[in-house]
C-alpha cells in the first residue's frame, strides 16, 4: 500500500514523538483531512526533521498553503523546503523559525519563481538588513502578494 503525502509526513512527526507531533499525526492519517494545506506550526520540528518533510514535499503534489511557522529551522530547514515546495503553492508560513540570510535567500528565489504566490509571512526571523530591502523590493515587484517581512 503506497502511503500518500500526509500518511508519510504523519511517519516523521511519529518518529519524531513529542505531544504535539503525535496529535498532529493522527490528524494527518486521518483520511478525511485531505486538503491541499500542510500547517505544522509549533510541533518543535528542527531541520533534521523539516528535511525528512521537504523529501516528501518533493513528490508531486498540489499543496496551496504551507506553514512550518514557529519550529525551530533554521537556514538548513528553511532552504531544503525552500527547494521541495510545490509550483502550486500560494501562501507560506514561516514565521520565527530562527532562519537566517542563507534560509531567507533560498524564500526569496522560491518567491521569485512562484508565480501563484500570493502570501509568504516570514516574520521574527534573522534577516539582514540587506535581505530585508531584496524583500521589499520584491514586493514593489509584485503588488498583489503580501510579503511580511
Known sequence: MTLNIFQQIAQVLLEKGNHKCLAKAADLNNDSVQSKSLHLRELDLNSKDVISIANVLQ?????????????PIGDLGAVAL???????VREIGMEGCRIGDKGGGAILELAKSTPSLQMICIA???FSATLKKEFHEFRKARPNAMIVT
Open 59 to 71: 513528490l508531486d503534489t498540489n499543496l496551496t498553503s504551507i506553514s512550518f511557522s514557529h519550529n
Open 82 to 88: 525552500a527547494t521541495s515546495f510545490p509550483k502550486s
Open 124 to 126: 521574527q526571523n534573522n
